[in-house]
């Protein structure tokens, strides 16, 4: 790997400045849901073992280059130190003063948490005197947010260019997880693509083709597809705009020797909502007025059937419409097998990407899953193939 982790730095009476995503929900000043926060904690721990005063940079919500008070990281703080179970020291500045009167105040085994890095107009524009001010607060620099690496940032990319620069834990595991699902996995390789639109994951798909053995197309991206090939879909979502580009895609995924799998039946309603009437129809006989919101079960056993031919899944999106059942059954089905094969040791299996965490949640099976990345738009970037900044600055 290109990148230094924890393991790589002498951090003994170090101050490290750590960049983490505790971009956290949070509804009247309280934080709603603290799983962010319990993630940075293996990182945290890690640093203080080693000897290092840990010191957290941090977004928070979008302020836009401006102070605003309802964003400041001093609401995240009480639910931080809960966490962590460690005394939390709030800097009310990322840089300067307050900052430095912070880290000083802090003891050995105590965090220090720095406000609001987009409270700093050069936060988002990568501002190199801001990262330098940054900088000079500490010894070496630690990140642990791959979720905002494909933001090029002061905290996220230009810090790493002024002190030594290591990936945290989580970033670690995370980088971990995707190379072996797309860097260096191992063969065959299933990816499951599904979601509403072809057009928002355009990029996603072509370079999968070149990536992986088999490409399973869902939801309503599928869909567009289908209509590519001549089928009508009734009153369904598709974008017929966009034929085109989908036989594209089809031609690419050929001469890369991708075989692609599109729904063979689905489930097709009048209208899209809860109790709406349903039936399965092989997928070329969707009736004029009906869509279809799900993949069928012969679908998901022609799937089902990939699965277990496969050492390495890689999923983003639903394959139908998951949040009304029972347009849920077809993603629910799928997830469990794959939960299933990767917890008998027949898949390494990784998902990530918007609403693909919610539907594996949703179908209980997140859990057996040998990553699943929360990362959304670092994730989808990364399926792209593109290169995020704030990984590549660790390698530099
Ligand atoms: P995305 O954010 O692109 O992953 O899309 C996820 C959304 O696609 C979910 O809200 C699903 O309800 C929706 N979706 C999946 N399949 C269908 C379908 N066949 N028709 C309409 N919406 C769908």
Redesign the pocket.
Same mark, same amino acid.
């Given at each position: 790997m290109a990148w230094k982790t924890i393991d790589d730095m002498a951090l003994a009476n170090k101050v490290v400045l750590t960049r983490v995503d505790i971009n956290v929900p949070m509804e009247g000043g309280v934080v709603t849901d603290t799983t962010r926060i319990d993630k940075i904690r293996p990182t945290v721990e890690d640093i203080i073992a080693r000897g290092g005063k840990v010191v957290l940079l941090a977004h928070f919500d979008r302020p836009k280059g401006k102070v605003v008070p309802e964003m400041s990281l001093g609401h995240v703080a009480p639910a931080l130190q809960a966490s962590l179970g460690r005394k939390v020291v709030f800097g009310s500045d990322c840089v300067g003063e307050p900052a430095r009167d912070a880290i000083a105040a802090a003891a050995q085994g105590e965090v220090v948490l720095l406000e609001n890095t987009r409270f700093h107009p050069g936060e988002e524009k990568n501002d190199p005197a801001l990262a330098a001010e940054m900088a000079a607060l500490g010894d070496v620099f630690v990140n642990d947010a791959f979720s905002a690496a494909h933001r090029a940032h002061a905290s996220t990319e230009g810090l790493a260019h002024h002190l030594p620069a290591a990936a945290g834990r989580l970033m670690e595991a995370e980088l971990r997880a995707l190379d072996a699902a797309l860097g260096t996995p191992k063969r065959p390789v299933v990816a499951v693509v599904?979601?509403?639109?072809v057009s928002?994951?355009l990029e996603l798909l072509g370079n999968l083709v070149t990536k992986v053995d088999h490409l399973v197309i869902? +939801? #309503?991206?599928?869909?567009t597809f289908l209509v590519a090939q001549g089928v009508e879909v009734g009153k369904?979502?598709a974008e017929r705009d966009m034929a085109e580009t989908a036989r594209e895609i089809l031609a690419k995924a050929k001469a890369a020797g991708c075989a692609i799998h599109l729904p063979v039946d689905v489930v097709v309603a009048g209208e899209?909502k809860a109790g709406a009437a349903s039936k399965t129809v092989a997928a070329d006989l969707c009736p004029a007025d009906q869509?279809?919101?799900?993949a069928g079960p012969a679908t998901v056993a022609a799937l089902t059937k990939v699965f277990e031919a496969s050492h390495t899944l890689i999923w983003?999106?639903?394959?139908?419409?998951?949040?009304?059942p029972p347009?849920d059954a077809a993603t629910t089905a799928a997830a469990k097998m794959a939960a299933a094969l990767t917890k008998a040791g027949k898949l390494v299996s990784v998902a990530g +990407? #918007?609403?693909?965490v919610s539907?594996l949640n949703h179908a209980g099976a997140a859990t057996d899953f040998t990553f699943i990345s929360t990362a959304g738009g670092a994730f989808l970037e990364w399926m792209e193939g593109k290169t995020l900044p704030g990984v590549a600055a660790l390698g530099a």
């Open positions: 599904g979601g509403a639109k928002t994951k869902g +939801g #309503g991206m599928a869909n369904s979502l899209f869509m279809i919101l799900d983003n999106g639903p394959l139908g419409a998951f949040e009304i347009f +990407g #918007g609403d693909t539907a």
